[in-house]
C-alpha cells in the first residue's frame, strides 16, 4: 500500500502549469514544510522537512486558486519517485507526493494571523439567527399532546 498523509505550511505558491495537447491539464506543484515531531538539536529548535507535491486536473485548479505561501493545508497521497539525465549527464532522482486529496488544515482567521493574505472572492459571512426569546433556555418546546411518541420512526 503506498498511501501519505502530510500536514504543513506551503513554502510558496503554487507553481502551475498546463499540458500540451487537445485536452490540456492544469499541473500544480507546491513544497509543503512539514514540522518533524522531534527536535533535532539540543537547543530545541524546531526541524522541518520540505516535501514536493504535485496536483493534477481539478486539484491543480483548486491549488492554483486558493493556495498561497504560509497556508497550512492537509494533503493525502501516494508517494512517486522518477529520474532523469540533466544538462550536465547526470543522474537526478526525485520523489514526490502525488495528491489525491487536499484541504485547508485550519480556518481563514488562523491563516491569516500567520501572515496569510485573503484572496479570492470574499463574500461576509452567514450571520447566524439569535435564539428565539420563547426558548429562553435554548431548548425547543414540546408541543402539548406527545408523551411517549418519537418524533421520527
Known amino acids: ?16 502549469r498546463y499540458s500540451s495537447g487537445d485536452n490540456s491539464m492544469a499541473i500544480a506543484r507546491y513544497t509543503l514544510a ?11 529548535e524546531a526541524t ?10 481539478r486539484s491543480a485548479e483548486f491549488a492554483e486558486k486558493y ?8 494533503v493525502t497521497g501516494r ?10 549527464g547526470q543522474k ?12 485547508f488544515a485550519e480556518s481563514k482567521a488562523a491563516s491569516m494571523s500567520h ?5 479570492g472572492a470574499s463574500a461576509p459571512a452567514p450571520q447566524r ?7 429562553g433556555d435554548g431548548f425547543m418546546n414540546i408541543p402539548d399532546g406527545i408523551d411517549e411518541e418519537l418524533p421520527f420512526n
Open 67 to 74: 493556495f498561497r505561501q504560509g497556508l497550512k493545508v492537509l
Open 1 to 16: 500500500m503506498n498511501k501519505v498523509i502530510l500536514m504543513g505550511r506551503l513554502t510558496r505558491d503554487p507553481e502551475i
Open 48 to 57: 522541518a522537512d520540505f516535501i514536493g507535491c504535485v496536483a493534477f486536473g
Open 34 to 44: 512539514v514540522d518533524r515531531r522531534f527536535r533535532r538539536n539540543n537547543d530545541g
Open 92 to 103: 537526478v532522482y526525485t520523489t514526490d507526493v502525488v495528491v489525491e486529496d487536499q484541504e
Open 79 to 88: 508517494i512517486q519517485t522518477g529520474s532523469y539525465t540533466n544538462r550536465d
Open 129 to 135: 439567527p439569535a435564539p428565539s426569546a420563547a426558548a
Open 115 to 119: 501572515g496569510g493574505q485573503d484572496y
